[in-house]
């Protein structure tokens, strides 16, 4: 099953786990389409994670807001 729209979560901008060797938060993301699991990385700009199933390529993206879910690991369908 393939999904084409673009989810997006509130996520706070805090409290993420940041990777050493890019220094970059992430969140863990698995990817229901394939039963994958992908780190993504937080933009340059902070506002965002940007990433891509690593099997069908799939994009998700995720906004970085207050108020959000203090959650790191999340389920892409
Ligand atoms: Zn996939």
Same mark, same amino acid.
């Given at each position: 099953m393939s999904d084409p729209r673009d989810y997006k979560?509130?996520?706070s901008s805090d409290q993420k786990p940041v990777d050493e060797s890019t220094a +970059?938060?992430?969140l863990s993301?698995?990817?229901a389409c394939c039963g @994958?699991? /992908?780190?993504?990385?937080?933009?340059r700009d902070g506002q965002s994670?940007?990433? +891509?199933?690593?099997?069908?390529?799939?994009?998700?993206?995720?906004? @970085?807001? /207050?108020?959000?879910?203090?959650?790191?690991?999340?389920?892409?369908r």
């Open positions: 979560h509130d996520l +970059r938060p992430y993301v698995q990817f @994958v699991y /992908q780190r993504i990385y937080r933009d994670y940007h990433g +891509r199933c690593p099997k069908c390529g799939k994009p998700v993206r995720f906004a @970085v807001g /207050q108020g959000g879910t203090d959650s790191r690991f999340f389920i892409v």
